[in-house]
């Protein structure tokens, strides 16, 4: 580190990405004063991305909240007083006693992936509320459609090792912007193209990422599903197989043929607005790669009605070509399922009191603005929001924002900037960053595991969430030890230490902040089969999915909102928008900080020019993009980037910072996936007009 560090920590980014990197934060006279990604962690590779390299900037910012604070203005307004922690606590036990006395369910906590690490969003948290008998909280905002469409066709959150993909020869990559969102990621899939890879980008929207790939194929949005069908029905038409792995290690294979026989490119053509030609040259490089192909996804395509399907089709490719078989080749979503974690010692969930009485109860987080308004039984009363920012991520925006302003409902949230949720606390009280708290990590992107070690001390009176679950425990006699246990002790029981795969973790950690996961190298997971389904197969055919009443094989389920599939809807509002991650934003993250702000500008909406003409709209014009569910205003873009009945808009702002007090999720709808209860962000027709 510089010359100048007193001494050099070794941390981990605690951000919700696949890339979760190791950093190295030099200190002087208790200051951090540099950042910087771990030359010696292989992922890493001594960089950090746009965002996380200026980190410092937001951990010294002087919107940083220092100190608890009560509401003094009205719900939403965001005036607030100064209290002390004695009072922010004991007023926010003293409700919860009061409630908890009559039904503990009529508190919801809230959370997300603010931050990743296990101590901090899945440690004393759960242990607190499961204590206390509160609803549960359904995580689904995200990619619970993907991985459970996964989990039915691989049977584990577990595909190609990131670090073998430069052994592919043809990629694609498919609703995943990786220069943008894995930019880890991408610097193996860019050494792949160096050593003579084909890469297919696969996404309505012409990326970063798709123009510096050979080929982009640009669907509507929500036709993955479709598209993934169609590739099936020519390998099998035209005999693109390998049938020494299929019969070997997949299940349903017969009835998968018969299924997709009429599921032609000429089919797939209406649904996805592509030629039925480039989709059978699709499918025919697919095949003729056979097994040097990988698919890398990521959670784009799943944020659909079909959602869940469309991952579990395109998740069905590789084994019938046999790609598994080759290390870096197959298809790769996530590895968290590589991960032994201890889920239950960490979260406790044993821990609820009186699962007669009450018995619990689950509440969907991507329905947040319909569960606090609706009369559910008990309704909810009191809510506690940390690691998540749900006024501005969540859809269907303004019922949200109707929930959060119930006047009797209590509202605390802890934070480490006062964001659009925080504008909507009773109490609202200081979060510590990723450099004031202990932790640990694994991640989505790669099979390293992270230690995260405390930098500095925190920041004025800000606590680490588990701090304030321990002392709230206390408050409300909860005398169980493990609601009393340090940081660092729930940390050493994370992982699993009887598997294998945890083995060599914890010196790893102690000694230099990561260790990879005890696994072959390359790992190649499913080279003989070995997939975590019932039956050990791919299966094609799922008893599991028909037991739920799902389709048992592979299936098209169109969007809710699209031109093709709801044409009456489509009159109104015609155009398709998909609002995903800005380069400079993390989520919300970091789109609160000058540099950031100033990175991206002001909201924008990109649109073809036929249909900005089709509207009177020019370049930079003000527009209203609305539906019946609300509306946003941003800059128009025109750009041939989308193509024609397709509009994007870069996410997500903060809605008080973006000049109408509104973002994309005014128009996001809040109905759920396939599978999986997710949120159908990119769901969503609009209208444009100028503003
Ligand atoms: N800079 C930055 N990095 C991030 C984030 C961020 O906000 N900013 N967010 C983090 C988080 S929480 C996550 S989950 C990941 C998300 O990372 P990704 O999964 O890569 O991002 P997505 O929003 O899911 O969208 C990926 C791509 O899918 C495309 N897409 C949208 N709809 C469809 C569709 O129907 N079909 C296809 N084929 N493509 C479609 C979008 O245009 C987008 O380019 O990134 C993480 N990394
Ligand atoms: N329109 C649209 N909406 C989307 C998406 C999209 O692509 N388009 N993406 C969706 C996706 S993929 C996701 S994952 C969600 C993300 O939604 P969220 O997980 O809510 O992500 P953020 O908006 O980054 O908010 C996280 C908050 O946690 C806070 N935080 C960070 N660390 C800590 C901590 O240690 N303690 C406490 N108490 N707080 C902390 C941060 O300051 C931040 O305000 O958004 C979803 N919403
Ligand atoms: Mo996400």
Redesign the pocket.
């Known amino acids: 580190m510089s010359a100048t560090a007193d001494r050099t920590v070794r941390a981990a980014c605690?951000h919700?990405c696949p890339d979760s990197c190791a950093m190295e934060i030099g200190v002087v006279d208790g200051r951090a004063v540099k950042i910087r990604g771990a030359a010696d962690m292989p992922f890493t590779n001594g960089a950090l991305c746009t965002k996380v390299a200026h980190y410092l900037e937001r951990v010294y910012s002087p919107q940083r909240l220092l100190h608890p604070m009560k509401r003094i203005g009205r719900k939403g307004e965001g005036r607030f007083e100064r209290i002390s922690w004695d009072e922010a606590l004991d007023t926010i036990a003293a409700r919860f006693r009061s409630i908890a006395a009559e039904d503990p369910r009529a508190i919801l906590p809230y959370s997300?992936?603010?931050?990743m690490g296990l101590v901090?969003s899945s440690g004393m948290d759960r242990r607190f509320f499961h204590r206390l008998g509160a609803s549960l909280l359904d995580r689904t905002?995200?990619a619970s459609a993907g991985a459970y469409g996964w989990k039915a066709t691989i049977g584990a959150s577990m595909g190609a090792d990131p670090e073998a993909v430069a052994d592919a020869r043809l990629i694609l990559i498919w609703g995943a912007n990786p220069v943008v969102s894995n930019l880890h990621g991408w610097r193996h899939l860019q050494e792949a193209k160096r050593r003579g890879a084909r890469l297919v980008c696969i996404d309505p929207w012409r990326t970063r990422t798709a123009e510096k790939c050979d080929l982009h194929i640009a669907p509507l949005p929500g036709s993955d599903g479709a598209l993934a069908l169609a590739m099936m029905q020519v390998l099998i038409a035209e005999d693109l197989l390998d049938h020494d792995y299929i019969a070997r290690h997949t299940l349903g294979f017969a009835e998968l043929a018969e299924h997709v026989r009429s599921c032609t490119p000429e089919w797939a053509a209406a649904f996805t607005g592509l030629p039925a030609d480039t989709i059978r040259q699709l499918a025919r490089d697919y095949g003729a790669a056979a097994q040097d192909s990988l698919i890398r996804l990521n959670?784009g395509l799943n944020?659909h009605a079909g959602g869940g399907m469309a991952v579990r089709n395109v998740a069905c490719l590789p084994a019938l070509t046999g790609a598994w078989r080759k290390a870096g080749c197959g298809a790769l979503l996530s590895t968290s399922g590589n991960f032994p974690v201890d889920q239950h010692a960490l979260e406790r969930p044993d821990l609820y009191p009186d699962a007669q009485r009450f018995p619990p109860r689950s509440v969907n987080m991507s329905r947040i603005g319909h569960a606090l308004l609706s009369a559910d039984d008990p309704p909810i009363r009191a809510l506690y929001v940390?690691?998540?920012?749900?006024l501005?991520?969540?859809?269907d925006g303004n019922k949200v924002r109707a929930g959060f302003a119930r006047e009797d409902l209590f509202c605390v949230v802890?934070?480490?900037?006062q964001?659009d949720t925080a504008d909507y606390a009773d109490i609202l009280l200081p979060?510590?960053?990723?450099l004031e708290?202990y932790d640990v990590h694994t991640a989505y992107g790669h099979l390293y595991a992270l230690a995260n070690q405390p930098a500095i001390a925190p920041l004025g009176e800000a606590l680490?969430?588990s701090e304030v679950f321990r002392r709230l425990a206390q408050r409300l006699g909860f005398t169980e030890a493990a609601l009393h246990e340090s940081d660092e002790a729930i940390a050493a029981a994370a992982f699993r230490t009887d598997d294998p795969r945890a083995h060599g973790l914890a010196p790893g950690l102690a000694e230099r902040g990561w260790a990879r996961l005890n696994l072959p190298r390359p790992f190649v997971p499913f080279a003989q089969g070995g997939f975590r389904t019932p039956s050990g197969k791919c299966e094609f055919h799922s008893a599991q999915l028909a037991a739920q009443g799902l389709p048992a094989l592979p299936s098209w389920h169109p969007p809710r909102e699209s031109a093709a599939t709801n044409p009456t809807l489509a009159e109104h509002y015609p155009l398709a928008l998909i609002?995903?991650?800005a380069r400079n934003f993390?989520?919300?993250?970091f789109a609160n900080l000058p540099r950031f702000l100033a990175a991206e500008g002001s909201p924008k909406l990109e649109i073809h020019p036929q249909d900005a003409a089709a509207r009177g709209l020019s370049d930079g014009a003000a527009v209203r993009i609305h539906n019946a569910r609300g509306a946003f205003h941003a800059r128009a873009v025109l750009t041939e980037r989308v193509r024609r009945g397709v509009v994007v808009s870069p996410?997500?702002w903060w809605r008080k910072l973006s000049g109408d007090g509104e973002n994309?999720?005014a128009v996001?709808s809040d109905e759920l996936t396939d599978f999986g209860g997710g949120?159908c962000?990119y769901d969503c027709l609009v209208e444009v007009s100028p503003a």
């Open positions: 605690p919700d997300y992936a603010g931050t901090h905002i995200c959670y944020r940390y690691n998540a920012n749900p501005a991520v969540a859809p802890h934070e480490l900037f964001t979060a510590t960053s990723q708290q680490p969430n609002s995903p991650p993390l989520n919300t993250s996410s997500v994309a999720n996001t949120a962000f």
